[in-house]
C-alpha cells in the first residue's frame, strides 16, 4: 500500500537517505528540511497517512511540530528517528506531546528493513484505534 508521508529532518544526507528508502518501498515521501515547513507542507496534503520526523530541528522542534499536526490531523500515526532521544525513550516522548494518534520512536541511524518494519507498526497502531 502506497502511502502519503511528510518527513521532517533537517540534516539533508539522512533526509535522502530516508525518503529513498521510503519510495523504494513504494510510499510518496514529501521532504521537509524543519518543523515549519513540515506543518506547512502537511497542510497542503489532502491525504496524510504518516509523519516521520526528527525531534531537534531549526524553527519548529518535532514535538511542537507533533502537537499541531495531531491537533489539525488527530489519530495521524508518527514515527520519530532522532539521533538524540528524550531520556525515558517513548514514554517520556508520549507524555510530552500528548495522546493525539500512534507514536513511535527509533534511533538513527536505520537500515532499510528497520525503517520499513516501523512504518508498517504505525500504520497498523493507527488501524486498530
Do not use: Y
Not at 525518503?19 to 497542503?44: F, I, M, N, S, Y
Amino acid at each position: 500500500m502506497a502511502l502519503q508521508i511528510v518527513l521532517a529532518e533537517d540534516e539533508a544526507l539522512v533526509a535522502m537517505a530516508l525518503a529513498d528508502c521510503l519510495e523504494a518501498a513504494g510510499h510518496q515521501v514529501v521532504v521537509a528540511p524543519d518543523g515549519t515547513k513540515a506543518l506547512l507542507a502537511a497542510r497542503h496534503l489532502n491525504t496524510l497517512d504518516l509523519l516521520i520526523t526528527d525531534l531537534r530541528m531549526p524553527t519548529l522542534g518535532g514535538e511542537a511540530l507533533i502537537r499541531a499536526l495531531w491537533a489539525e490531523r488527530p489519530g495521524l500515526p508518527v514515527l520519530v528517528v532522532t539521533g538524540s532521544p528524550p531520556h525515558g525513550g517513548e514514554a517520556a516522548l508520549r507524555h510530552e506531546v500528548g495522546w493525539g494518534g500512534p507514536l513511535l520512536l527509533r534511533h538513527k541511524p536505520l537500515d532499510f528493513h528497520t525503517l520499513t518494519k516501523a512504518v508498517d507498526t504505525a500504520i497498523s497502531s493507527a488501524a486498530v484505534r
